[in-house]
């Protein structure tokens, strides 16, 4: 099943993805800092790009 619609504008959708399956599944190998960054840079845009479609 292919989750990601290209009608609903979230930006690099397919990294969240991607980023989602390696904490899942490469927790062993997970950087603090990476998942700290991703917070700080990437997770405004998203929470934006998610109000403005919810409404």
Known sequence: ???????IPITNAKKIVGTR?????GYDSL??????AIVIKD?????KEISNFVG
């Open 43 to 47: 997770l405004p845009l998203l929470e």
């Open 21 to 25: 399956n390696f904490v899942i599944h």
């Open 31 to 36: 950087s603090p800092e990476i998942i700290w």
């Open 1 to 7: 099943m292919d989750l990601l619609n290209p009608k």
